[in-house]
């Protein structure tokens, strides 16, 4: 299994310009998500998926777009880059088993964005 | 307040040394508690579960007190490997896991 991947690994935009990060995993997992990871800020919700057709906001959505049409795929686009996404961004999934407390959350290796 | 509080360290130890972290947490209703490991410019991995009555993993032992609403992560004989940030991460179920990450902790273990 490859686990959690993302594309691109690192990626510079200018203001204004939009694009997709892309999040794949390959272990059947329900749930997927998205974070960011800021200095001091520790890393924060996006969005979230419990299910294909299933998307949720999390604690810092504005700015980004999320759709879930297969349980493999979890994209994030960003409609108009702005230098405060400028971040490091982690795709994650994990497997709802009989909704237990302890599922562990698989990260994928992030993509790194500068917006200009 | 942040709902996750951690010291940023650096904690500096020898190899060889015992080293412990502490986490804070606001939320009464949070119910599961996690350690996980970042390595520089990597992605975070679960280093262990906390559970209400400690549990240990080799050289790691992690603890958790509801009542004072702290988490802690003991490292006994400290390898250069552990060099690391340690995340402190809550989270509440409400239909999903939702995490809820400390800025992390980071430690240098030198020869």
């Known amino acids: 299994n490859a686990g959690v991947t993302q594309t691109p690994k690192f990626q510079v935009l200018k203001t204004g310009q939009s694009m997709t990060l892309q999040c794949a995993q390959d272990?059947?997992?329900?749930?997927m998500s998205w974070y960011r990871q800021d200095p001091g800020m520790g890393l924060r919700l996006i969005h979230y998926?419990?299910?294909?057709?299933?998307?949720d906001q999390g604690e810092v959505p504005n700015g980004y777009n999320v759709s879930r049409s297969t349980t493999e795929d979890f994209p994030l686009r960003l409609l108009s880059a702005a230098p405060s996404q400028t971040s490091v961004y982690f795709c994650?999934?994990?497997?709802?088993?009989?909704?237990?407390?302890?599922?562990?959350?698989?990260f994928g290796p992030g993509t790194r964005l500068l917006v200009l | 307040r942040k709902e996750v509080e951690q010291d940023p360290g650096p904690f500096n130890v020898p190899e060889g040394a015992t080293v412990a972290f502490n986490c804070t947490y606001s939320?009464?209703?949070?119910?599961?508690f996690f350690w996980y490991r970042q390595d520089c410019r990597k992605e975070p991995k679960l280093l262990m579960s906390?559970?209400?009555s400690g549990n240990e993993d080799g050289r790691f032992t992690a603890q958790l007190n509801r009542a004072s609403q702290y988490i802690s992560l003991l490292i006994r004989d400290s390898k250069l490997s552990d060099s690391a940030t340690y995340l402190c991460?809550?989270?509440?179920?409400?239909?999903?896991?939702?995490?809820?990450f400390g800025t992390g902790t980071r430690l240098l273990v030198s020869p």
């Open positions: 994650a999934s994990s497997y709802s088993r009989d909704r237990s407390l302890e599922e562990t959350q698989y």
């Open positions: 272990m059947n997992h329900e749930y």
């Open positions: 998926s419990v299910g294909a057709g299933i998307t």
């Open positions: 939320n009464s209703a949070s119910q599961s």
């Open positions: 906390v559970y209400s």
């Open positions: 991460v809550v989270s509440r179920r409400t239909g999903f896991q939702k995490l809820v």
